[in-house]
T-cell receptor, first 112, second 114 residues
Framework: KQEVTQIPAALSVPEGENLVLNCSFT??????LQWFRQDPGKGLTSLLL?????REQTSGRLNASLDKSSGRSTLYIAASQPGDSATYLC???????????FGAGTRLTVKP | GAVVSQHPSWVICKSGTSVKIECRSL??????MFWYRQFPKQSLMLMAT?????????EQGVEKDKFLINHASLTLSTLTVTSAHPEDSSFYIC??????????FGSGTQLSVL
């Protein structure tokens, strides 16, 4: 059974700290990997999408990497802020229809 | 970025009634729409995939007669939970995509069945 795993399940850091969220996947036939942010009552926001042919993507303070050979992706958040507090989900795209398989998420709390 | 509108945001209904949830892509035409459900502290689980004008493809274990999906146009998909029961209480969320581009999500619907 293919799986997507996110570690840690929860993370609490002081404001200003740089942090890394981890995502691992078992399906080597990945099409792409996407990182999302989930705020309560506000659904999901797409942060970064990395195609299988790419190694990383950057947007502002966020940098996501993809290593297909090891089945890992990381989301790096620089200079964290309280507004970054949310649950972060990674999802791998697979199959002919580019279905998505989600991890359970990492709940991030950034303390002021 | 693209906007996906999902309504209602929350709904409370009596057991045995049916509930319809709408998902609209506001500024783009979605070739594919997806429906997920999420139980507390668990990951999103894909329920079904729908392409405009064709029948939805349901994931294993999802009852197609209970969760009716209609994707009548490139901008609208609906999920109807028929004869809802308390165990159907969950967070339902839709997403839409053009070809192999990014996935854009609706804001979700919290369904509570009494």
């Amino acid at each position: 059974k293919q799986e997507v795993t996110q570690i840690p399940a929860a993370l609490s850091v002081p404001e200003g700290e740089n942090l890394v969220l981890n995502c691992s996947f078992t399906d080597s036939a990945i099409y792409n990997l996407q990182w999302f942010r989930q705020d309560p009552g506000k659904g999901l926001t797409s942060l970064l999408l990395i195609q299988s042919s790419q190694r990383e993507q950057t947007s502002g303070r966020l940098n996501a990497s993809l290593d297909k050979s090891s089945g890992r992706s990381t989301l790096y958040i620089a200079a964290s802020q309280p507004g970054d507090s949310a649950t972060y989900l990674c999802a791998e795209g697979f199959g002919d229809n580019n279905d998505m398989r989600f991890g359970a998420g990492t709940r991030l709390t950034v303390k002021p | 970025g693209a906007v996906v509108s999902q309504h209602p945001s929350w709904v409370i209904c009596k057991s045995g009634t049916s509930v319809k949830i709408e998902c609209r892509s506001l500024d783009f035409q979605a070739t594919t729409m997806f429906w997920y459900r999420q139980f507390p502290k668990q990951s999103l689980m894909l329920m079904a995939t729908s392409n405009e004008g064709s029948k939805a493809t349901y994931e294993q274990g999802v009852e197609k007669d209970k969760f009716l999906i209609n994707h009548a146009s490139l901008t609208l998909s609906t999920l109807t939970v028929t004869s809802a029961h308390p165990e159907d209480s969950s967070f339902y969320i839709c997403s839409a995509r053009v070809l192999n581009e990014k996935l854009f999500f609706g804001s979700g619907t919290q369904l509570s069945v009494l």
